[in-house]
C-alpha cells in the first residue's frame, strides 16, 4: 500500500500579487530541475498543508503548492474583519494559477486536485489544456445542482443525521429551506458573535462528513476560531454563487481535455463530493483513467485513497 513521501520542506517560499489587493503565498518543493506540478486545494477556503508536498516523488517533481485567495497564508485572509470576496471567483483562481506558472517559468504541467481543487482543475485545465501535462483529480465536484441537493438536502440528512442535526440547530425553521442561503447571512453579520456561532456549525460539519469513519483530528482543525470563519465565508460564497459556473459547464466542456492524460480517484463512500459525479465526468473524458476506491470517503488521507493517488502521480513522473 503506497502513502505519503518523507516529511520535506520548501526550498524556496514566496508572496506573488496579483491584483485586487490579493497576495498569494506559494512554495517550491521537491526537485528544483524535477518535473513541473502544481497542487490544488480543497475547501473552497481550504489551504495548503504539509501533508500536501508529501503526495509527489520529491526526487522526481518540482511541486509548487499555493493558498488561494483568502485561504491560509495568503493575504487578505477571508476571516479577517471586513475582508470582501467580491474579487474571489472561480474565474480569478484560474488566472492565478496562469500567473504561477509563468512567474515559475513552466510551460506544461502535472495537476492534482482534491475536492473544490477537482472544480478548479477542470476550470484551468478547460481554458489551459495546452498548460497541462496531466490532470490527477481526487473527490470531484463540479458544484451542480444534483450535487448540492445530495449534500444538503439527501446524503447529509439521511447518513449523518447527527451531524446535521447540530447543523441546522442555529437556524429557525423557516429558514431551513435554504440553508446555504441561512449561513451565509450570518458569517457575514456585523455582530462577531453571530458570525463566529454560524461558522463554527458550518466548519465542524465539513469536518465530521469528511471521511469513512469518525475522524476526531478533522473535527478538531475544523473547529479552530482562525481556521472556521473563513472557511465558511469562502464556501458559502461559492456555494451561493454555484462556484461562478454554468449549470453542468464543467461535464459539457470535458471534450478540451481530450488530448488530456488523467486519473479520477473516486470514494465509493464519499458524502461530499457523490460518486455519480466522478463517474460521469469519466464517461465524458475516456482519455482519463478512473478508479473507484472501496471502504472510503472523502478524505484525501484515508489509506486506499492515497495509495491510488500516489499511484497516480507516480505513474506520470519522469
Same mark, same amino acid.
Given at each position: 500500500?503506497?502513502?505519503?513521501?518523507?516529511?520535506?520542506?520548501?526550498?524556496?517560499?514566496?508572496?506573488?500579487?496579483?491584483?485586487?489587493?490579493?497576495?498569494?503565498?506559494?512554495?517550491?518543493?521537491?526537485?528544483?530541475?524535477?518535473?513541473?506540478? *502544481?497542487?490544488?486545494?480543497?475547501?473552497?477556503?481550504?489551504?495548503?498543508?504539509?501533508? @500536501?508536498?508529501?503526495?509527489?516523488?520529491?526526487?522526481?517533481? =518540482?511541486? $509548487?503548492?499555493?493558498?488561494?485567495?483568502?485561504?491560509?497564508? /495568503?493575504?487578505?485572509?477571508?476571516?479577517?474583519?471586513?475582508?470582501?470576496?467580491?474579487?474571489?471567483?472561480? !474565474?480569478? $483562481?484560474?488566472?492565478?494559477?496562469?500567473?504561477?506558472?509563468?512567474?515559475?517559468? *513552466?510551460?506544461?504541467?502535472? *495537476?492534482?486536485?482534491?475536492?473544490?481543487?477537482?472544480?478548479?482543475?477542470?476550470?484551468?485545465?478547460?481554458?489551459? &489544456?495546452?498548460?497541462?501535462?496531466?490532470?490527477?483529480?481526487?473527490?470531484?465536484?463540479? #458544484?451542480?445542482?444534483?450535487?448540492? =441537493? !445530495?449534500?444538503?438536502?439527501?446524503?447529509?440528512?439521511?447518513?449523518?443525521?447527527?451531524?446535521?442535526?447540530?447543523?441546522? %440547530? +442555529?437556524?429557525?425553521? @423557516?429558514?431551513?429551506?435554504?440553508?446555504?442561503?441561512?449561513?451565509?447571512?450570518?458569517?457575514?453579520? +456585523?455582530?462577531?458573535?453571530?458570525?463566529?456561532?454560524?461558522?463554527? %456549525?458550518? /466548519?465542524?460539519?465539513?469536518? /465530521?462528513?469528511?471521511?469513512?469513519?469518525?475522524?476526531?483530528? $478533522?473535527?478538531?482543525?475544523?473547529?479552530?476560531?482562525?481556521? %472556521? $470563519?473563513? #472557511?465558511?465565508?469562502?464556501?458559502?460564497?461559492?456555494?451561493?454563487?454555484?462556484? #461562478?459556473?454554468?449549470?453542468?459547464?464543467?461535464?459539457?466542456?470535458?471534450?478540451?481535455?481530450?488530448?488530456? +492524460?488523467?486519473?479520477?480517484?473516486?470514494?465509493?463512500?464519499?458524502?461530499?463530493? &457523490?460518486?455519480?459525479?466522478?463517474?460521469?465526468?469519466?464517461?465524458?473524458?475516456?482519455?482519463?483513467?478512473? *478508479?473507484?476506491?472501496?471502504?472510503?470517503? @472523502?478524505?484525501?488521507?484515508?489509506?486506499?485513497?492515497?495509495?491510488?493517488?500516489?499511484?497516480?502521480?507516480?505513474?506520470?513522473?519522469?
Amino acid at each position: 500500500m503506497r502513502t505519503f513521501y518523507p516529511e520535506i520542506e520548501p526550498y524556496e517560499t514566496g508572496v506573488l500579487d496579483v491584483g485586487d489587493g490579493q497576495r498569494l503565498y506559494w512554495e517550491l518543493c521537491g526537485d528544483p530541475r524535477g518535473k513541473p506540478a *502544481v497542487f490544488l486545494h480543497g475547501g473552497p477556503g481550504g489551504g495548503c498543508l504539509p501533508a @500536501h508536498r508529501r503526495l509527489f516523488d520529491p526526487e522526481a517533481y =518540482r511541486v $509548487l503548492l499555493f493558498d488561494q485567495r483568502g485561504c491560509g497564508r /495568503s493575504t487578505p485572509r477571508a476571516g479577517a474583519g471586513g475582508a470582501s470576496l467580491s474579487a474571489n471567483t472561480t !474565474w480569478h $483562481l484560474v488566472r492565478d494559477i496562469e500567473r504561477l506558472r509563468v512567474a515559475s517559468g *513552466v510551460e506544461r504541467w502535472t *495537476v492534482l486536485g482534491g475536492s473544490w481543487g477537482t472544480t478548479l482543475g477542470l476550470a484551468y485545465a478547460q481554458s489551459h &489544456p495546452e498548460r497541462v501535462s496531466e490532470l490527477i483529480l481526487r473527490g470531484v465536484c463540479m #458544484f451542480r445542482p444534483r450535487e448540492l =441537493r !445530495w449534500v444538503y438536502q439527501v446524503g447529509g440528512p439521511g447518513l449523518f443525521p447527527d451531524a446535521w442535526e447540530a447543523l441546522v %440547530a +442555529p437556524i429557525p425553521e @423557516h429558514e431551513r429551506g435554504d440553508l446555504v442561503a441561512a449561513y451565509h447571512r450570518r458569517v457575514n453579520d +456585523p455582530d462577531p458573535a453571530v458570525r463566529a456561532e454560524a461558522a463554527l %456549525a458550518w /466548519s465542524v460539519w465539513e469536518g /465530521s462528513t469528511a471521511a469513512l469513519l469518525p475522524r476526531p483530528d $478533522l473535527v478538531a482543525m475544523h473547529a479552530r476560531a482562525d481556521v %472556521a $470563519l473563513g #472557511f465558511a465565508r469562502i464556501e458559502l460564497h461559492y456555494l451561493r454563487n454555484h462556484a #461562478f459556473l454554468a449549470e453542468d459547464q464543467l461535464l459539457r466542456d470535458a471534450g478540451r481535455l481530450r488530448d488530456v +492524460p488523467g486519473v479520477i480517484v473516486q470514494g465509493r463512500y464519499d458524502m461530499c463530493t &457523490p460518486p455519480f459525479t466522478a463517474w460521469e465526468l469519466h464517461r465524458a473524458w475516456p482519455r482519463a483513467d478512473f *478508479v473507484m476506491v472501496e471502504g472510503a470517503g @472523502h478524505a484525501g488521507d484515508e489509506p486506499a485513497t492515497l495509495h491510488h493517488v500516489i499511484e497516480a502521480t507516480d505513474r506520470f513522473r519522469p
